[in-house]
């Protein structure tokens, strides 16, 4: 199949079209999970980690933040604070259905993550790869930057032969040939308003101001060779929550919530024991959170009171 219309129209026709981008809830019990994915992803990439916690009896929603997945070409109208309401309504919704509630966010869905669970009474979070600042000369120049470069073309560089670049386009562009050349053109072509950069920014930002204000206790995932969000920058969110029970680095990159990764036994194994933990606290069984990971784990698994980094 190749592309044929405009690269504004292209993403419309082919882009986040599997029923997996959209958003979904399971009903399954009291307890709830809310899954915020990242940029720029949709609840398909949220769908592993909900079925862990759906496998415990949880209820499960996957969110679809407003301007993502089918809505793609809109983004650039949409602002952080979009973001962030429906995270909070969507938070304030199951917060009055169930009785323990449980956010997890991916990247820069954990900042908006984090801001909501400091405003709002959660029963515990989950960080993956949590994004709170770029390590790029865009963002130590912006907003200078947004005014020299108003719009940007992120793939213009792209390698095709690249089996790891190729997979992460199939997540979105069903269907589409990526060793046709006129496709090619078209994905190199493809233009995004610096001003999203900017929101997705200040969304980081956000999260990290309120990290400190956040009570739940929190367990982060981090991959040691996550090109983007880099394991140090993860290490000084985590000393800045308050009730940190669990850091968990594995080997892997930035796609940990998908499940490829060889240490995925690792993550799911430290997400049920987190669930068990929070279901005895919503019980009022109050116990040990320094001890919700397996002790057994190969990894380095950081426990609080125990963190090490620079």
């Known amino acids: 199949m190749t592309m044929e219309r405009t690269v504004g129209s292209t993403l419309a026709a082919f882009a986040y079209q599997s029923p997996d ?22 609840p398909a990439e949220m769908r ?50 169930h009785v323990t509630l449980v956010v997890a966010g991916n990247s820069f869905g954990a900042a908006l993550a984090l801001v909501a669970a400091a405003r709002h009474p959660i029963d515990g979070a989950i960080l993956f790869a949590p994004f709170w600042r770029l390590d790029s000369w865009l963002d130590n120049l912006y907003p200078l ?20 670049f190729r997979l992460e386009l199939m997540h979105f562009l069903s269907g589409v040939d990526l060793d046709d050349p006129a496709v090619q053109v078209q994905i190199r072509q493809l233009e995004l308003p610096t001003r999203v950069l900017g929101q997705m920014r200040r969304a980081g930002r956000l999260g990290f101001a309120a990290a400190g204000r956040v009570a739940a206790p929190t367990l982060i995932f981090q991959g040691r060779n996550d090109p983007l969000v880099r394991p140090r920058r993860t290490q000084q969110l985590a000393r800045r929550l308050p009730n940190l029970v669990n850091y968990v680095e594995v080997d892997g990159e930035h796609d940990l919530v998908r499940g490829a990764t060889p240490s995925w036994r ?45």
């Open 21 to 42: 981008h959209a958003p979904f809830f399971w009903e399954n019990g009291p307890h709830a999970i809310l899954l915020i994915h990242g940029f720029p992803g949709t």
């Open 48 to 97: 592993r980690v909900g079925q862990v916690f759906a496998g415990e009896g949880w209820s499960v929603r996957g969110l679809l933040l407003p301007g993502f997945g089918a809505e793609f070409d809109a983004l650039g109208h949409r602002r952080c604070t979009d973001w962030q309401a429906a995270v909070d309504d969507a938070v304030a919704e199951l917060r009055r259905t």
């Open 266 to 310: 690792i993550v799911e194994q430290t997400l049920r024991a987190f669930a068990v933990r929070a279901v005895a606290d919503s019980k009022g069984e109050r116990s040990d959170w320094k001890q919700a990971s397996p002790p057994n784990l190969t990894t380095r698994t950081t426990f609080m009171g125990s963190r090490t980094g620079t």
């Open 145 to 164: 930057a947004e005014r020299i470069l108003p719009r940007i073309r992120p793939f213009a560089r792209a390698d095709f032969s690249d089996p790891k």
